[in-house]
């Protein structure tokens, strides 16, 4: 997957330098080649390509927080402080 992206930059760069060095392009048009040609729909493939990996390591990632709720002996599966840790501030009468 990644080596078809640095291709893709590749490409897109090699077209931005020579619409940068052309004498009817310009250093603007070169910028604007690169970002909506290379960087934006790169961007946009990766994302949808790594959804199944981000939600692999979701599901791995409450698998492990509910499997570490059941073996804390004070957890009663919420997430929150447990009872009883910190004595309240003591007044004087």
């Given at each position: 997957?990644?080596?078809?992206?640095?291709?893709?930059?590749?490409?897109?760069?090699?077209?931005?330098?020579?619409?940068?060095?052309?004498?009817?392009?310009?250093?603007?048009?070169?910028?604007?080649?690169?970002?909506?040609?290379?960087?934006?729909?790169?961007?946009?493939?990766?994302?949808?390509?790594?959804?199944?990996?981000?939600?692999?390591?979701?599901?791995?990632?409450?698998?492990?927080?509910?499997?570490?709720?059941?073996?804390?002996?004070?957890?009663?599966?919420?997430r929150h402080a447990a009872r009883?840790?910190?004595?309240?501030?003591?007044?004087?009468?």
């Amino acid at each position: 997957m990644y080596l078809v992206a640095i291709g893709w930059i590749y490409v897109v760069l090699m077209m931005a330098i020579a619409e940068a060095v052309s004498s009817q392009g310009t250093l603007l048009g070169a910028v604007i080649t690169f970002a909506l040609y290379g960087v934006m729909p790169l961007a946009i493939v990766l994302y949808i390509l790594g959804t199944p990996a981000r939600k692999r390591a979701l599901r791995e990632a409450e698998r492990r927080g509910a499997a570490d709720a059941i073996a804390s002996d004070e957890s009663d599966g919420r997430r929150h402080a447990a009872r009883g840790g910190i004595a309240a501030e003591r007044e004087e009468p």
